[in-house]
Structures are given as C-alpha cells and as structure tokens.
C-alpha cells in the first residue's frame, strides 16, 4: 500500500481523498464537522466535492514494524488481569473432578474456552478499530460469549468438512493440498469472523481471497509470523512439560495458550487497520482520533488552501465576511490584514486598518497598534486613523519613540478633525511638547498652548500647560 500524503501538507499523512481530482488533503484541509471531532462527509474547500475517508491506514506502520508492540500487548494491565482471570478460574475446574464430577468439569472447561475465544475475538476487532488498549474485564463478560464460540465451531466444522469430502478422493496428494489449503486460509477466516461476524462469510472463498488479495503478499509474511507463533508455543511445551507438576499442568497451559493467543489475535486486528482501505474497513487510531478532536478552525482551513492556491481574492472574501460578523476577531483581523499586505493591495488594506486598528485599540494593546500603524504607514506615508482615540494612543508611543514628525502628523488640526473630542487638551499638550523637545519649535509649541488656554481655561492640564508656555518664554 502507497502511502498518501497531504497537497498542501506535505509531511501529514492524509485522511482525506478526492477521487475525481486525485487530491489527498489531511484533516485541516477539508470542510465539515470532522474538524470539529465529528463523524461526517467531508468536502473539498475548492470544487465542493465529497471526499473519501481514509481512515488510519496512511499513518499506520507496516505490521512487521510493530512485532515488539504485539509481543507486549499481553502484559498490559487488563490483558495480564484476564490473564489471572482464566488461570484461576481453570484452575478451580480442575478441582471440580474430586468434588463435582467430570460432567460439572466439562461443562466449567466449555464456559472458559468460550470466554476465551470470545476475548481473543475482542482483541482482533478492538485492534482493527485502531484502539490500543485491550478489552477490559467488563467488556469481555457484558454479553455471554457462547455464539462467538459456537460461530467459530461452526466454520471449523465446515473445513473439517472439506477435508474429509476430499479424503474421500482417495488420493494423498489432494488430501495434504486440501490441509494446507485450510490452514493458509483460516487466518484470513478468522479475520472475517471477528469483524463481520458472519459464518457465511467466514467460510465464503470470494470474501477469504477478497481479503487475502487486499493484503496481498503481506498475507505470506502474516501467515509465516502466526506460523512461528503457533510453532513457538508448540515448543515452549515440548521443553517444559516434564518440569510442571501435573497439578498446575492445565493453568500454566491456560497461562501460556492464552500470551500467545492475544499475540496473535492483536497481530490479526493490526493487519486488517493497516489494509482497511483495500479491505473495505474504515478505522482510525487513537493518535488520529485525538488530532481529529482537536479544535481546528474551519475558516483557517479555508483561507489556509485558497492562499496556497493562489485564490487570493476567494481568501480575501471570507475572511472579510467572517469579520463582518466577527468584528472582534484580531487573529482574522491580523490574517486579512497580512494577505492585503501581501496582495498589495494598497487601497483595500489601509480600508481594512481602520476597522482593524479600532479592534486593537478597544483592547487598549497600544504597542500592537504603534506596529501595525508602521506596516500602514509604509504603504502611504500620509495614512490618517480616523478615530481621533487611536491618532492620541499612537501619538504616544510614538512621542516614546522619538518619531516627533509622526506625532506632529497625528495631531495636528484634531480640533477640527474632531471637534467634539473630548481630550484636545491632551493631545495638543502633547503636540507642544513634541514641538518643544523634539523639533525646538517653541513659536508653534506655544501657539497650541495659547490655544488650550484659551479654548480650555479650567482643562485638567492646566498647570502643564502653564509650565509649559514658562519653559517656551525663557
């Protein structure tokens, strides 16, 4: 399987697939609620078309990549407490014979293999679903496990079968091709079992080769390493078996049987979430699930893909029709901003910083406001505030600064600007001193503060403005 990548994010796999353009897109490229955590169809932001969804199976690595994940799955804390669960309660069957009778024994080994075949079912479809942690103990016994036992019997059966249909034949070649026909098979059989749970299928050979050519030559490498498996707990026995007491003989069994079961199962759950797209199996891990929850602004999506394809003014239309309804959003504030800027698009940006510079200024961010009154500025030189609030907090900083002829710029004439402005005497006290300190202009700074005095005899500056004149004379 070729791994996709994301047009626009090269390095994130993608989940997202748009089969008329061949475009793959990752999770913050498309538009729907998927951005939003949700479970819906996915569109493409540029035609509208549905996208497929992939799954997890670009970021899946390949199963022969994860054989030590696989080997520790059984020691984690709710497969080794089923574990102890199934050794303990084989080894209170095993009592049974002396107390009960061998009917109650039977009947007590029958309930185990069926909670044991129900786990190991549990395991294979948790794992194609992308989950990482194993069925606890609620989930294996929420519902009896009887009918997964029974199902798998039953596609056993039908092999067996098979195979006797063939020895029928008489003939000893067909009968070991017949045999290695079902052991090769019954992986995939298996596989089928758990996630669809159907005996029809399980034992379909156009759903088994359906599956075994999804995988395709994987399927061999699956087979050789469940092989091995089989072949390990095999020996492990054959080693061991004289040196366990015959007592603790079935538990130790249960024990081991069961490590190499969940080994195996959880490699069987792996392969069907990595070649979910050419099975037909749609599943996503926890990383992705987790990313998907993430909380990813649509809009950013949006204008994010128009930017990079070069559809500038379709960015420029929603972000501007966001803000309509957003006014107070300074991150699209800032964005439209910057894409003006770059569009250079002169008349419309220095539009725009009106609304935008009145946004800053509400937040009293007057350091936000002097730099972005610098980017205004170095599209025109001449370029006004119109809200006489924002040419006084510029004017501050910037008298801060040092920049005196942008102070002077702002402020001078404000009275008639803005008649009814409410902090004249501030601005033109600055305006003075600024004529004062940093152009040694003491003719004009005085002529602002006769105004004051004249026009503002009581103004709270008063006695600045006193000193001030003092300081023009001498």
């Given at each position: ?60 690595k390949p199963f022969w990549e994860n054989l030590g994940q696989f080997f520790r799955y059984p020691f984690k804390p709710d497969s080794l407490m089923m574990i102890g669960v199934f050794v303990v309660a084989s080894w209170a069957v095993l009592s049974m ?238 964005k439209l901003s910057r894409l003006l800027i770059a569009m250079d698009d002169r008349e419309q940006a220095l539009a725009h910083a009106q609304v935008y510079l009145e946004s800053v200024n509400k937040l009293g961010d007057e350091a936000r406001l002097y ?78 503060l006769k105004f004051l005095k004249a026009k503002y005899p009581e103004c709270k500056e008063k006695s600045q403005v006193d000193a001030l004149l003092a300081q023009c004379g001498s």
């Amino acid at each position: 399987m070729r791994r996709q990548y994301c047009k626009f994010h090269p390095l994130e796999p993608a989940l997202w697939y748009n089969p008329r353009s061949h475009m793959a897109y990752c999770e913050r490229c498309v538009d729907s609620g998927e951005t939003r955590g949700g479970l819906g169809q996915a569109r493409c932001f540029l035609s509208g078309d549905e996208l497929q969804y992939l799954g997890s199976a670009n970021i899946a690595k390949p199963f022969w990549e994860n054989l030590g994940q696989f080997f520790r799955y059984p020691f984690k804390p709710d497969s080794l407490m089923m574990i102890g669960v199934f050794v303990v309660a084989s080894w209170a069957v095993l009592s049974m014979v002396d107390a009960t009778g061998i009917v109650f024994m039977l009947l007590g080994a029958l309930v185990i293999l069926a909670c044991i075949t129900r786990y190991g079912f549990l395991i294979l479809e948790f794992t194609a679903e992308g989950r990482e942690a194993p069925p606890t103990l609620q989930e294996t016994f929420a519902s009896a496990g009887f009918e997964v036992l029974f199902q798998q019997v039953a596609v056993q059966v039908v092999f067996l079968a098979f195979l006797v249909a063939v020895h029928r034949l008489g003939s000893d070649f067909l009968d070991v091709i017949a045999l290695a026909l079902v052991v090769f098979v019954t992986p995939a059989s298996l596989m089928i079992l758990a996630t669809d749970k159907s005996i029809s299928l399980a034992i379909n050979p156009a759903s088994i080769w359906h599956l075994i050519s999804s995988v395709g030559w994987s399927y061999l490498l699956l087979y050789a390493f469940l092989f091995l498996l089989w072949g390990a707990e095999a020996a492990f026995f054959e080693v061991f078996a004289g040196e366990i007491a015959p007592h603790y003989f079935i538990p130790v069994f249960v024990g081991v049987t069961l490590y190499f079961l969940m080994v195996a199962y959880n490699l069987m759950g792996y392969v069907i979430f990595q070649y979910q797209a050419e099975i037909g199996f749609v599943a996503e891990d926890q990383q992705a699930r987790e990313k998907r929850r993430a909380s990813v602004d649509p809009l950013d999506a949006r204008v994010e893909v128009l930017v990079k394809e070069g559809r500038y003014d379709k960015a420029v239309e929603a972000l501007s029709k966001h803000l309509r309804s957003q006014p107070g959003s300074l991150r699209h504030h800032d964005k439209l901003s910057r894409l003006l800027i770059a569009m250079d698009d002169r008349e419309q940006a220095l539009a725009h910083a009106q609304v935008y510079l009145e946004s800053v200024n509400k937040l009293g961010d007057e350091a936000r406001l002097y730099f972005l009154y610098s980017d205004y500025e170095k599209l025109d030189s001449k370029f006004m505030p119109e809200q006489p609030s924002i040419c006084l907090a510029l004017a501050h900083q910037l008298f801060r600064r040092g920049k005196f002829p942008q102070v002077c710029h702002l402020l001078a004439n404000l009275h008639k600007r803005a008649p009814s402005f409410d902090r004249i005497p501030e601005a033109y006290l600055l305006m003075a001193q600024t004529l004062l300190d940093g152009m040694k202009d003491t003719y004009k700074a005085s002529q602002y503060l006769k105004f004051l005095k004249a026009k503002y005899p009581e103004c709270k500056e008063k006695s600045q403005v006193d000193a001030l004149l003092a300081q023009c004379g001498s």
